[in-house]
């Protein structure tokens, strides 16, 4: 298989989205924001490599037709999710209605990227040593949420502790986490002292969002504060870590500064947040936003 850049691995799950003002039912999980947002940037070197059931083809296909590369192995049934937000669109209910089969070694033998991502969404879907297999062929992305979730008999989900982190951390370089998944990880609720900590657990580069406070970003021995660029009516915020790391990962493999590629996701989060569904703006706006400090929507 023709080497990339950049790959993204997750489930594409069926979400149903419940806010103060809407009910949404549509396609969802890392792999699905995270392509949509490159399919609005260049997907000249990105690979999707996700896992289906037979009702998701048609989903594959749109990703398909907008230049995504797709690897869709079988699945016998995907996630499904239950968003539900209050006021505050920092904080989410989940509940989980159908938990599909992990990943597997064998079934990633054929990836080749020069950073692969794992967009989890539950704490068994890349199992300890998949994480280890794809750590020899490339640089690994993680965005923890997934291995914090662990999924009570009722259906609804719980943050826990990822039981596996010190054998698993520094395997991973980068490592994404909001603010209340980086308590759960670390115990601390200082963001400064949670990139510390993870830093030590063997992460090269710590990436903590921390919702309308913007992100830190801690790697190499420095802290780099990003903030968030204003946004004046909040309609959607799932996905909007996914749509960050697009971003991020996006520029980076660019050759873009960490300043930079992070003000780059920033801007493409302040977009996202404004519409139902993934991020659907283009290059050309994120770049005037990511310009300017004092850019208001």
Wanted: net charge negative; hydrophobic share 40%; aromatic share 8%.
């Amino acid at each position: 298989m023709e080497r990339r850049k950049l790959c993204c691995i997750g489930f594409i799950t069926r979400d149903t989205i419940i806010t103060p003002d809407n009910l949404v039912d549509m396609p969802g999980g890392t792999a699905w924001y995270f392509a949509k947002a490159i399919a609005h940037l260049s997907t000249k070197d990105f690979h999707l490599v996700t896992a289906i059931e037979e009702s998701q083809t048609p989903v594959v296909e749109d990703l398909r037709s907008n230049g995504i590369n797709v690897t869709a192995l079988p699945t016998r049934q995907a996630v499904h999710f239950e968003n539900i937000y209050g006021t505050d669109f920092n904080n989410r209910t989940q509940r989980v209605k159908a938990i599909p089969d992990p990943f597997t070694v064998n079934s990633l033998q054929d990836i080749e990227a020069d950073v692969i991502h794992l967009g989890t969404l539950l704490h068994d879907d890349f199992p300890l040593d998949v994480i280890r297999y794809l750590s020899t062929k490339s640089r690994l992305s993680v965005d923890v949420q997934g291995f914090l979730r662990q999924v009570l008999p009722n259906g609804q989900v719980q943050h826990t502790d990822w039981a596996e982190k010190l054998q698993a951390l520094p395997y991973i370089y980068t490592l994404k986490a909001n603010e209340i998944e980086m308590q759960v990880l670390t115990g601390a609720s200082d963001p400064y002292e949670a990139a510390l900590i993870l830093k030590d657990m063997g992460v090269q580069e710590v990436i903590l969002t921390l919702g309308d406070q913007g992100s830190l970003i801690y790697t190499r021995g420095a802290f780099h504060e990003i903030p968030a660029y204003p946004t004046l009516n909040v309609i959607d915020a799932t996905g909007c870590g996914d749509t960050y790391m697009a971003g991020y990962l996006y520029e980076r493999q660019r050759g873009a500064t960490i300043d930079n590629a992070a003000k780059f996701a920033a801007a493409m989060c302040t977009l996202k947040l404004q519409n139902h569904g993934p991020f659907c703006s283009n290059e050309l706006v994120v770049r005037k936003i990511s310009a300017n400090s004092s850019f208001s929507l």
